[in-house]
């Protein structure tokens, strides 16, 4: 599943006091958002750093905030893999408003796959890649 949508409403506390998402929370909304990919893969996030001691830390990041989110909006949280290498992901990320798609950011990250026992890139697993190019539908929005 190379792209992935969930949906997410702007909370209280995802925001500064102007009532707009505080530009960190962004990186925190996308990394749940990965966390719910890596489930709707079928490979379970939570098994896969408890069990399996695999992680996705971010080795890269480049983010254009476009325009403000504010508290109660709803929003789309929508990934695309860019590039998947060996031990790599590089994803596009894009945050939309859910009433007219405005784009309210939109951030290129690379994650690694590494061992949390050593702390080195390590290959992706076979099912975690076997998932990411598969064809398989994409889930419904999380709400």
């Known amino acids: 599943m190379r792209s992935f949508r969930t949906e997410r409403r702007i909370r209280f506390s995802d925001c500064d006091p102007a009532g707009i998402v505080f530009y960190p929370q962004y990186f925190v909304l996308f990394n749940g958002a990965m966390e719910d990919w890596v489930d709707a893969l079928g490979v379970g996030f939570a098994d896969l750093v408890t069990r399996r001691r695999i992680g996705l830390p971010s080795v890269h990041i480049e983010a254009d905030f476009q325009a403000p989110s504010r508290v109660g909006d ?7 893999v860019e590039r998947l290498g060996s031990r790599s992901l590089t994803l596009d990320w894009r945050c939309v408003a859910a009433r007219d798609g405005e784009v309210r950011m939109r951030m290129r990250q690379v994650v690694v796959t590494t061992s949390l026992e050593t702390h080195r890139a390590v290959a992706i697993p076979p099912d975690l890649r076997a998932a990411i190019e598969g064809d398989g539908p994409s889930l419904p929005s999380h709400t």
Not at 74 to 80: D, F, K, P, R, W
Request: charged share 15%.
């Open 74 to 80: 709803a929003v789309h949280l929508l990934l695309e």
